[in-house]
């Protein structure tokens, strides 16, 4: 008779049971190392806490002074935006004109790569590209509103980034102060004789057609404006509107105040960006500056309604400045002189032509709406 091993019925269940602790065990530590390693927070400036992320610091040049309300806060209220959106990946380091490049020298700055991004006025460049005005702004062009829906559903920006390409730049919008003023004057201005020979400090297109009618147009950076006025180096000077004028102090040594701004009836500022500088940083923070530029430019709009509001009251009515309005034949004068300055620009220059082209026919097609909305609105609610 032969002798076998008993092995219990039950041995093979046992087993398979140990099997399987033994894997739910296996991947329940599994799981929680994964876990436990996502769940830490990655230090600033690193891929989940182990690979570093390159940092950026970048010089920003501006054309005004430091701080100065509306045009020199805009820089700095960009600056931080983008650090706090980029978590300290970008930094910006914002100077006032004159601080690192004169307050005119910051296209050259930029473009040459000795400072990364610069915040300025397009039309201060209108002797290195004659078209570059129309991205500022034009004698009885577009207003704020107009320009912005030009500028990105209208094919503007596509034209700005194409003048300025040669110079190695990218522009994106930088604010808008809305409709200016039409200037500080120590005379009356009753007829368009009354322009003749006048030194008034008034750049761009504007500055142009200001003396195709008569006068004698000079560019002046604002920061010698007070002091060019006061000393009778000009005898007029528009800077901004009410906001601006009121902190420069102009109410002190100018007897009129003129309006409309037809020379600037949508004023917009720029950021400019070194190409080489731009491409080098990763999309997101590319995407980054994008958004903080849109951001910045409807804010310093926001900001000007309200400011300008508040600074007109007090020049009126604090600082007793006598307000005028521009007589009817001046401004027709300035409207034909205009109609002179850009049709002689547009025979002669192929680039002003193309983007003088889109620009005219953005805004009349946009006054075909604005005439029943907008304007037809302001007729029935000022009555």
Not at 59 to 65: A, C, D, F, I, K
Not at 122 to 143: C, D, E, H, L, Q
Request: with cysteine; proline share 5%; net charge negative.
């Amino acid at each position: 008779m032969s002798s076998s091993r008993y092995s219990p019925w039950w041995m093979p269940a046992v087993c398979i049971l140990l099997l399987l602790v033994c894997i739910v065990l296996f991947y329940s530590l599994a799981f929680k190392t994964v876990t436990r390693n996502m769940s830490v927070s990655p230090i600033a400036g690193t891929d989940s806490g182990l690979m570093p992320k390159t940092a950026y610091t970048w010089n920003l040049v501006t054309s005004w002074p430091e701080n100065f309300p509306g045009l020199g806060t805009a820089p700095e209220n960009f600056a931080k935006l983008v650090n706090e959106m980029s978590h300290g990946r970008l930094v910006i380091d914002v100077h006032g004109a004159n601080a690192i490049v004169p307050a005119l020298g910051v296209f050259d700055a930029v473009s040459s790569g000795s400072v990364e991004m610069g915040h300025s006025a397009a039309y201060y460049w209108k002797g290195k590209i004659a078209a570059s005005p129309f991205f500022t702004s034009v004698p009885f062009g577009m207003n704020a509103q107009e320009y912005n829906g030009w500028l990105h559903y209208g094919g503007g920006l596509a034209l700005w980034r194409e003048i300025y390409a040669p110079f190695n730049l990218i522009p994106f919008a930088g604010g808008n102060t809305g409709v200016q003023m039409g200037g500080w004057f120590n005379k009356e201005i009753n007829t368009i004789d009354d322009i003749r020979e006048l030194k008034m400090r008034i750049p761009g297109l504007g500055g142009e057609v200001f003396s195709r009618a008569g006068g004698v147009a000079v560019n002046i950076a604002g920061s010698e404006l007070y002091t060019s006025l006061q000393s009778g180096v000009v005898d007029a000077a528009e800077w901004v509107g009410p906001y601006n004028d009121l902190a420069f102090g102009f109410h002190q040594i100018a007897k009129y105040y003129y309006y409309p701004g037809w020379q600037e009836p949508g004023p917009a500022l720029e950021f400019i960006i070194n190409k080489q500088a731009y491409e080098q940083l990763p999309i997101d923070l590319q995407k980054i500056v994008e958004v903080a530029t849109r951001a910045i430019n409807q804010d310093m709009m926001d900001e000007y309604s309200q400011r300008s509001a508040g600074a007109l009251k007090e020049l009126r009515d604090v600082h007793d400045v006598d307000i005028r309005v521009f007589p009817k034949d001046v401004l027709a004068a300035y409207r034909e002189a205009a109609i002179s300055v850009y049709n002689e620009y547009a025979k002669n220059d192929p680039v002003f032509n193309k983007v003088y082209t889109s620009y005219f026919s953005y805004l009349y097609a946009a006054k075909e709406y604005s005439e029943i909305s907008e304007q037809a609105y302001y007729e029935n609610r000022n009555r």
